[in-house]
């Protein structure tokens, strides 16, 4: 069995920091895209930002410029630095990949989601 068990929420001023983590255990032959994704009270979960296995990146327009998200192979890990927090951002994020069980069965996961709350 495959988990994945996110880290880093928390409160947080406007225009402060916070940094997510999420490691992926278990039985993986290899991760390949992996993401974050948020749920916002009354709002559909939304991407926020994802990395390839290669390193290629994509974000959503609302956090351009503002979060990083990047991945530690050897760890089987996925970071995003969230810089310039504002309200808007809070919801409940949650960390997604893609996990290679053997070399022909490819499948998903979904962390149980850590909160970010901005707020003065």
């Known amino acids: 069995q495959v988990q994945l068990v996110e880290s880093g929420g928390g409160l947080v001023q406007p225009g402060g920091s916070l940094r997510l983590s999420c490691a992926a255990s278990?039985?993986?032959?290899?991760?390949?895209?992996m993401g974050w994704y948020r749920q916002a009270p009354g709002k559909q979960r939304e991407l926020v930002a994802a990395?390839?296995?290669?390193?290629?990146?994509n974000y959503a327009d609302s956090v351009k410029g503002r979060f990083t998200i990047s991945r530690d192979n050897g760890k089987n890990t996925v970071y995003l630095q969230m810089n310039s927090l504002k309200p808007d951002d809070t919801a409940v994020y949650y960390c997604?990949?893609?996990?290679?069980?053997?070399?022909?069965?490819?499948?998903?996961?979904w962390g149980r989601g850590t909160q970010v709350t901005v707020s003065s």
């Open positions: 997604n990949a893609d996990v290679r069980l053997t070399s022909a069965t490819l499948q998903n996961y």
């Open positions: 278990g039985v993986i032959r290899s991760l390949s895209t």
């Open positions: 990395i390839a296995s290669g390193g290629g990146t």
